[in-house]
């Protein structure tokens, strides 16, 4: 069974920054496009922003542009999501994704039902 386990949520003043984790021990990790979603209270699940199995192909949603940014550790079959600058709207749960991507394409996919592998979710709190 895959497994994705991320870390590194918690609370952080407006301003702050917080780096998020996205572990997986069995998952051919090089194979696989990644996501990072946020779902905020009462609100839908949303894209933060995606990578591609290349790496070289990449997207974000605007709110978070300039501010937030995805890499890979092959070594360590992780996934990380930086987020400087935070601010109090940054406020939800945060998920990372992963989907086969067999044509090993530069393509970043941006819809939740591209995705086939969830990871359970970690809390990130701004507060003003």
């Known amino acids: 069974q895959v497994q994705l386990v991320e870390s590194g949520g918690g609370l952080v003043q407006a301003g702050g920054s917080l780096r998020l984790s996205c572990a997986t021990a069995r998952l051919a990790f090089r194979r696989y496009a990644w996501g990072w979603f946020r779902q905020a209270p009462g609100k839908e699940r949303e894209l933060v922003g995606a990578i591609s199995l290349r790496g070289s192909g990449w997207v974000y949603t605007d709110s978070v542009k300039g501010r937030f940014s995805i890499s890979r550790d092959y070594a360590k079959n992780t996934v990380y999501l930086q987020m400087n600058s935070l601010k109090p709207e940054d406020t939800a749960v945060y998920f990372c994704?992963?989907?086969?991507?067999?044509?090993?394409?530069?393509?970043?996919?941006?819809?939740?039902?591209?995705?086939?592998?969830w990871g359970q979710g970690t809390q990130v709190t701004v507060s003003s």
């Open positions: 994704a992963a989907r086969l991507d067999p044509d090993s394409s530069d393509y970043a996919y941006t819809e939740r039902d591209e995705y086939t592998y």
